[in-house]
């Protein structure tokens, strides 16, 4: 079977198993897959089954970002421009 192109690019928001599934398909036929997880706590599966967190996030680049924050600077100065 014939790869995704490499130029493909997948966000990984997902915090359950089908999402974390489907990227990770994505990204053994090639694609580049960048995992974002909650900081301090991460994905739960790596607490709750590391051995599945593994084979679900292989070949994938992972970060943490915190998405509930409200950065005030840059809405202040999104309101300004």
Request: with cysteine.
């Amino acid at each position: 079977m014939k790869g995704l192109p490499e130029h493909i690019r997948v966000l990984d928001l997902s915090r359950l198993l089908p999402g974390a599934q489907c990227s990770q398909l994505l990204a053994d036929l090639g694609a580049r897959v960048l995992k974002v997880e909650e900081p301090v706590r991460g994905d739960c599966m790596r607490r709750i089954n590391p051995h599945v967190f593994s084979a679900m996030n292989r070949n994938k680049m992972s970060i943490t970002l915190n998405l509930t924050r409200i950065n005030r600077k840059s809405s202040k100065l999104k309101a300004q421009s």
